[in-house]
């Protein structure tokens, strides 16, 4: 493997990792919020 | 042509955002008409569906398993293969069927049993306040939204589709066609992450149901047995037609997304990304239905490059001439420096989107 092809996994997970970020932020925190609305 | 995918992206993507909402909403109607109060009781199944539970448990364990190798040797003994199920293909298929099955439990395990619990001690079971309706709404988007993101991404955005090149390599289409993926593709994505941390705080019971019923869709979507072509042939079916291709992935619109071509009013590698639900590709018009179903299936480009090639690039290269895995081959052209007058003679593997 070149450095190209670190870079690239690299670069694969960050993007994977956003994805995987922002749904749950908006999920999980959303409910959290809803949660103490709800109280 | 560059600047217009890039804005629509950007335009979906905004979107998604909102639609990441809905569930919430609907969990803040549903308690505001039925004037609920939030307990902290764990969620409880409908008593309609308890009978159930044990079944969709057996399934997701061992059972989904066995129902893909019966009917695998269903499509095999009705020669849906066609007979291309030769050499290369059939060693990625089998490796692609089984590796993810011995390797993502343990490290699906480990997030949720060792990452999670250091990363979010105080967090676990805490939306197990949640109805059980409304956690299933909820994980139904957030994991296929999510995964339909990741599935378009990887045709979209150049430098990843080689990541997802082995799923469309396939000349043929068949239950194996589910599992047939590079294993970086397989073991980053998103939304089995997605769906274990939302599992770890609390909506476990609903995850398993959708991850069951979305097994099934995406299964029947790969499947050579296309099951949905009754629903074309008799009018008296039609309207059933209308409603479930586009809500749901079938045979058609996702036979039409590993065509070997696209633009020729069937096939539609271009679009057609839904996995278990289609009602994305309809939100975001990347989806063609036409109830025809293409005459060759792959790509273009395909060298039948090796088994650990397709399942492990960028780790191993293809030693196949002109093969898009082989070393030195980038996924957008060369720019030339300035000082350099000869064109590169690198090549490069276009993204099929």
């Known amino acids: 493997m070149k450095r190209v092809d670190f870079e690239i996994i690299g670069k694969k997970i960050v993007v994977g990792t956003i994805l995987f970020l922002i749904p749950l932020a908006i999920l999980a925190g959303g409910l959290a919020l809803l949660k103490q609305f709800l109280k | 042509m560059a600047t217009i995918q890039n804005s629509k992206l950007t335009r979906d993507l905004g979107i998604s955002l ?3 909402t809905l569930p919430v909403l609907a969990i803040y109607l549903y308690f505001k008409l039925s004037n609920g109060v939030v307990s902290e009781s764990h969620i409880t199944l409908p008593a309609f569906l308890e009978f159930a539970k044990p079944a969709f448990i ?5 059972g989904l398993t066995v129902f893909m190798l019966v009917l695998g040797i269903i499509e095999f003994s009705a020669g849906l293969y066609d007979d291309q199920w030769t050499g290369e293909e059939r060693k990625i298929d089998i490796i692609s069927f089984l590796a993810p099955k011995l390797i993502l439990p343990p490290v699906i395990a480990f997030f949720s ?9 105080n967090l676990e079971n805490s939306l197990s ?6 956690g299933f709404f909820l994980i139904a988007i957030a994991d296929d939204l999510t995964q339909y993101w990741y599935h378009r991404l990887h045709h979209q955005v150049p ?3 080689r990541f997802h090149r082995t799923h469309h390599s396939a000349p043929y289409m068949g239950m194996a066609m589910l599992s047939r993926q590079n294993f970086i593709y397989t073991i980053f994505f998103s939304q089995i992450y997605l769906t274990a941390t939302l599992t770890y705080l609390g909506l476990g019971l609903p995850a398993l149901f959708v991850l069951v019923l979305k097994s099934f869709i995406t299964l029947g979507a790969h499947s050579s047995i296309a099951w949905d072509k009754p629903l074309y042939k008799y009018k008296v079916l039609h309207p059933i037609a209308w409603v479930l291709e586009r809500l749901i992935s079938t045979p058609a619109t996702h036979h039409a997304h590993h065509a070997d071509t696209s633009g020729d ?3 539609h590698f271009k679009g057609n990304f ?4 289609f009602i994305w590709d309809v939100i975001f018009g990347t989806g063609l239905i036409t109830r025809k179903f293409p005459k060759s299936y792959g790509i273009k480009s395909y060298k039948q490059e090796e088994w650990y090639a397709q399942f492990l690039w960028p780790i191993f290269k293809s030693k196949k001439e002109g093969s898009a895995l082989a070393d030195g081959v980038f996924s957008v052209p060369l720019k030339p420096k300035a000082e350099n007058a000869t064109p590169s003679p690198a090549l490069y593997e276009q993204a099929q989107s």
């Open chain 2, 18 to 20: 909102l639609l990441y």
């Open chain 2, 58 to 62: 057996n399934i997701r364990t061992w």
């Open chain 2, 113 to 121: 049993l060792t990452v999670l619990p250091v990363l979010i001690p």
């Open chain 2, 129 to 134: 306040w949640v109805p059980f309706w409304g």
């Open chain 2, 159 to 161: 430098f990843l589709w």
């Open chain 2, 265 to 267: 009013g069937v096939g």
């Open chain 2, 274 to 277: 839904g996995n278990m639900f």
